[in-house]
């Protein structure tokens, strides 16, 4: 070898070894940003804690299938009416067809509308049991989800069940179906006048969020209402009324910790209580 080419293999033998290793990246998933505090937290951890920030105890978004999973108890959820399915009466479209909408929704989130039905133990007490999500289609309020809620409490009536709901619904009533989307507000909470005249127990828990139609309707008709902390619960948004009305509006407007203050609800219970909390009281109701 050359004394030239010597040297040149020394020189690129020491730029290799010069060239600082790569880093390796922090794979995609493993941390979350909180919408409460800010603060990165290991997703694990949260989802170890029900999906609460460990931090601040902010509530994170859970689906109806882990809801099931957190209240129930393990494998005792026997669902009822999912073949119920919407039809587009009205052939409504906006930017995408209805149907097509609710075909792509229910391929997305795996569910068939934006409720689920059933019955269940909780702590080895059995339940009507339901949980609105509001992943589909914000939780809207439809045909579907008014006949399924109305064929549970008629169960539970028939049974003298204790009737849980779980409310996570933005979307108030849906647009899509029009009046028949609104007709099922007083079509659920006739259901639960009669439910509430055989002497049934109804406890309603809101979470975040529970709006529109459903809050107008039977979220806000509990006997017991719990509601998990800082979740926004009304009618019309916090922006809409103060754009309405041109006021400043109270501090916490719409949270549940405003609600709790002036008497709208019962009790603020924390995701990690809510079971026991649930029990509890269907004992002290005697049901």
Not at 23 to 30: A, D, I, N, T, W
Not at 71 to 85: A, C, H, K, S
Not at 187 to 197: M, P, T
Not at 246 to 270: K, M, N
């Amino acid at each position: 070898m050359s004394t030239v080419d010597s040297q040149a293999s020394r020189s690129k033998s020491e730029t290799a070894t010069n060239v600082p290793p790569k880093k390796r990246g922090v794979p995609e998933g493993l941390w979350l940003k909180c919408p409460g505090c800010g603060a990165s937290v290991y997703k694990k951890e949260v989802q170890q804690q029900l999906n609460v920030c460990p931090k601040c105890e902010h509530h994170f978004y859970v689906s109806a299938l882990e809801r099931i999973a957190q209240v129930l108890d393990e494998g005792t959820f026997e669902p009822m009416n999912e073949e119920i399915r919407s039809t587009d009466p009205l052939e409504f479209s906006d930017r995408r067809k209805y149907s097509d909408r609710l075909a792509g929704e229910q391929k997305r989130t795996g569910l068939t509308d934006a409720v689920m039905t059933g019955t269940g133990m909780i702590r080895a007490r059995r339940v009507a049991f339901a949980v609105t999500d509001s992943a589909f289609i914000m939780g809207s309020m439809g045909s579907v989800v008014g006949e399924r809620l109305a064929r549970l409490i008629e169960r539970a009536t028939e049974q003298n069940l204790p009737l849980i709901i779980i409310s996570a619904s933005g979307g108030g009533a849906r647009m899509h179906e029009g009046i028949l989307s609104l007709m099922q507000m007083a079509k659920v909470s006739a259901a639960l006048a009669r439910y509430d005249a055989a002497g049934g127990l109804f406890i309603s828990v809101l979470t975040n969020p529970t709006m529109g139609g459903v809050a107008a309707s039977f979220a806000s008709l509990g006997d017991l209402v719990f509601a998990e902390p800082k979740a926004l619960i009304g009618f019309a948004g916090p922006r809409t009324i103060k754009a309405t009305i041109g006021i400043e509006l109270p501090e916490g407007f719409q949270t549940s910790e405003f609600l709790l203050e002036h008497g709208y609800i019962d009790r603020i219970v924390p995701r990690q209580h809510l079971k026991t909390e649930i029990a509890r009281a269907i004992d002290y109701c005697g049901k």
